[in-house]
């Protein structure tokens, strides 16, 4: 078990024993730790947004990056103007939460995962970075910290577990970790059919 759970997304796993004698079959769950990989923009302006809402302990907003950052309010509504009634949802979620709502948390965290599958644009390679990754880092910690449970889409895994691989990928094999994401995967396509 780990210590620090705050930085882990756990997806469970169900892994199904046979038990050869008594001719039975038991399914437990095991709990796949997924380390939650940051990562700064490569730019300046990038770098002075995410360290204004990393300072501030709060997620990224971008109708709130706005205000602080005037200079990307026209590559914003390039990007997102066909989204802007999400966003518009996702801040209101995001101030809730910073007033103490939980299920806030877990409602931004569900627009999260929404709003970036229409991600890479050019807001976010040329002037904010990838805030839906820090945001859903930080989303994950927060819902960890108030030891609330959720589960996030087969796709996020997906991304979090190849974030994780490329972080360690001059590392020694992490051979548990992979038995398990092996385990997940086979169980995602079981399924399926």
């Known amino acids: 078990m780990r210590e620090d759970k705050i930085n882990f997304y756990m997806e ?20 796949l730790y997924i380390e939650l990989i940051d ?12 360290q204004h809402f990393t300072d501030e302990g709060t997620p990224i907003d971008i109708l709130e990056a706005q205000n602080i950052f ?6 914003v509504t390039v990007s ?36 970036m599958k229409f991600e890479p644009t050019l807001a976010s390679l040329e002037y904010i970075g990838d805030f839906h990754t820090y945001n859903l880092n930080f989303l ?11 589960i996030l889409e087969d796709s996020t895994v ?14 020694a094999p992490d051979k548990e970790f992979d038995k398990l994401v092996e ?11």
């Open 183 to 193: 385990l997940w995967q086979y169980n995602i396509k079981e399924k399926l059919y």
């Open 12 to 31: 469970p796993v169900e892994i199904e024993i046979y038990f050869k004698k008594a001719g039975t079959v038991k399914t437990i769950i095991k709990e």
């Open 140 to 150: 994950i910690r927060k819902l960890n910290t108030l030891q609330q449970q959720f």
């Open 39 to 50: 990562e700064l923009p490569s730019f300046e302006k990038g770098r002075m947004i995410f």
């Open 80 to 115: 997102y103007f066909q989204y802007m009634d999400l966003y518009e949802k996702l801040s209101f979620h995001f101030q809730s939460g910073i007033n103490g709502s939980t299920e806030s948390w877990r409602q931004a965290l569900y627009l999260t995962e929404l709003l």
């Open 70 to 75: 005037p200079e990307i309010i026209l590559p």
């Open 158 to 171: 997906i991304y979090l577990i190849t974030r994780k691989r490329k972080a360690h990928e001059n590392e």
